[in-house]
């Protein structure tokens, strides 16, 4: 897990890094639409980043959310990428973006913030308690720690000391600290304390054996070998129309859940099967589980639709349409049943993106736009590509009824949904106000924690039972899996 920790931060610095040089690079005059825009359009793209905001003088003058002055509380600057271009910062979310405490990158005028919720999200694991600190020893996000004060403590001593009733693992790198922690005695305290002598005489196994098992148990070995053992699972979460109530279809979900019951949130392990090459066969676990698990549902209910996430390379190669064939329609499936949801990141080579969603689209498919993001060049994507749906991202439904600025850029999502005669689908409706709003707007199908979260198959039959007029899609499935 500390290891995890570390990948994610540096993962998210790498990405964001880059984000802030194409920025620069980009050089358009401070604080203009087209500015603004592009901010806009790379804070949607990417899931870690908040805001990036535009500072002269520890004042910001524009942001990712459009203009409007604010001042950065007091700031303390913690470290620096190796190459010296980017430092580090304890700072604060912008008003608008709600105003908790972030990371921020700061590069010239630049600064990108990171709420320092996206860290806590590494682990669902109750007892487990997780810190990040600077190389020096001072935490920047601590995780569940305890009363005692003991994640705080074993921090300080750069884990050298050892925090009595805790098992603890610490990963260091270059710039950051990463620990974790978790209470009671476990194996190594039982050989430690009890048995020295059996440690002695079976040293030099136990540190061969240690050997092996830390060279396989790295991050992406473990993730390569999950993906072998098929120990990822799909969860699958309803999208329902808010008019009638019916749940017309779900998205699907990894999810992966290790030997040690942690549950490992997809926007950490994608991106390292993406650094790692192991994307095509994540798709292709994807495509087999949701075939077996969702197949005889999607066959018995023609209504009902299965959105998949596709990764850019999956889109440039187009390889996934023979996966498709071979998985969901041999179960069944109608083509018109599978809405593939491709991100702005997969239009990198365009052309290839356009033959393969134009062939996706003359074979049937739905073809979704996910994690819209209101930037000039999106405009161009959608007037050019075969697009029927777009699922508005949840960054843009978070703000309604906030007052906050970004509130307004749901309407421009909408209306510019509208005159291109698209599908909407709200991603991440939370409150009955963000429902009401997007209702007296138009736009019926709505995803999001007020209506269910992912949830395993299991589960989702037993959802699609309780609505009022869904019941039958239940009852057909299990006809259709009986025959
Ligand atoms: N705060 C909040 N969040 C909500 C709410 N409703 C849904 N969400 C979360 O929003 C994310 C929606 O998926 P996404 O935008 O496609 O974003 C996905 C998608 O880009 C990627 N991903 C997940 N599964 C796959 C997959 O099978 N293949 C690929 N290529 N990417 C995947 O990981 C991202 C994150 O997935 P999840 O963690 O499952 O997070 C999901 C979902 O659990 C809500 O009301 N409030």
Known sequence: MAQLLITREELTVEQISAILNQLSWANLPPCGNE??????????NTP???EIAYVTDGLATCSSWGEGL?????????GRTSDGQTSFMLSYMSPSSGGGRALALSQGPYRALISL??????????????????HDGRPVITIGSSPDGALEKALLTKGAVQIPGYQQAVVNSPQWISMAMYPGGGFFQYLRTEHDGLLIAGGLVFLLTLGIWMRRSSPRDELRAAIRSEELSVHYQPIINQRSGECVGAEALLRWRQSDNTWIQPDLFIPMAEANR???????LLLRTVANEMGPLLKANPELHISLNLYAEDVSTGRVLGVLE?????????????WLEVTER???????????????HDRGYIIAIDDFGSGYSSLQYLQSLPVDVLKVDKSFIAPIGTGAVSSHVIYHIIEMGKSLNLVLVAEGVETQTQANYLADQGVSLVQGWLYAKAMPIRE?????????SAGRLAAAASRAEAV
């Open 326 to 338: 071979n998985t969901l329609i041999v179960a069944g499936v109608r083509p018109r049943q599978i």
């Open 117 to 134: 919720k996206y860290f806590v999200d590494v682990i669902a694991e109750p007892k487990m308690q997780m810190g990040l600190a600077t």
């Open 35 to 44: 500015h603004i825009g592009l901010m806009r359009q790379l804070t949607v």
């Open 48 to 50: 870690a980043l908040d």
């Open 70 to 78: 604010y001042e950065f509380g007091e700031e303390a600057v913690i």
């Open 346 to 360: 997969s239009f990198m080579d365009i052309e290839s993106a356009r033959t393969m969603l134009q062939q996706a």
């Open 278 to 284: 192991l994307m095509a066969p994540l798709t292709d």
């Open 460 to 468: 989702l039959h037993e959802f699609l039972g309780q609505r009022p």
